[in-house]
């Protein structure tokens, strides 16, 4: 076998591997992430990370849905954060909802369209959200990279304002109400457990 055909094979593999490995995971009807995320005081002093000064906002505990997920190499944000997740629980972790909404990612911003509600507007926007993920170390990195839309994960960390010497700063939105720049969630994760 000469190396032009090792390299074709090699290339086919690696492609179905990443779909392999990036395919949604379906799910039967019903809510299979029905809790509210959880915040509460951080207690938590601002602590430096990757050049950047992190200041924990709020204690974060979410258990939800993925409904989609977006990487990222070139924004300065990519930097803390390589990946947004958008994750829904209540009925937006419900299968019999989630196929008649379309979902998508760009731009670190999460959109969803419907033909026909299938609840309330306003329950969509409460129980969904793009969550920008800011990894505490290798280990958790590579979970967050791993996660696939379909699966329900556990993620605990901190909602965070990050600064930067230059005057940027990415502030973490603390309510689940909002929608529209700013309306993301910041989170350092230190621990995303796939469910």
């Known amino acids: 076998m000469n190396w032009k055909t090792l390299a074709f094979v090699a290339l086919v593999g ?17 809510a299979v992430a029905a809790a509210l995320p959880q915040q509460s005081d951080a207690g938590a002093a601002e602590f430096p990370f990757k050049g950047y000064t992190l200041q924990p906002l709020q204690d974060f505990r979410i ?7 977006e990487t990222y190499r070139t924004d300065r ?8 997740l958008a994750l829904g629980w209540g009925r937006m972790s419900d299968s019999a909802v989630l196929d008649k909404v ?23 926007e409460r129980s969904s959200a793009n969550m920008h993920m800011i990894p505490a170390d290798g280990a ?18 901190w909602l965070v304002e990050a600064r930067a010497g230059d005057g940027w700063r990415w502030r973490s939105s603390l309510t689940r109400n909002d929608t529209g720049a700013g309306a993301c969630e910041v989170i350092f994760v230190r621990d995303l457990q796939v469910l």
């Open 140 to 157: 958790i990195a590579g979970r967050i990279k791993d996660v696939r839309p379909g699966q329900v994960v556990r993620i605990q960390g």
């Open 102 to 124: 379309r979902i998508s990612q760009a731009g670190r911003f999460y959109a969803w369209h419907v033909d026909e509600f299938p609840i309330p507007r306003e329950e969509i």
């Open 14 to 30: 690696f492609g179905a591997y990443q779909t392999y490995h990036s395919r949604p995971v379906h799910r039967a009807p019903g």
């Open 63 to 69: 258990e939800a849905r993925v409904l989609a997920s």
């Open 77 to 84: 944000e990519a930097e803390l954060s390589p990946v947004d």
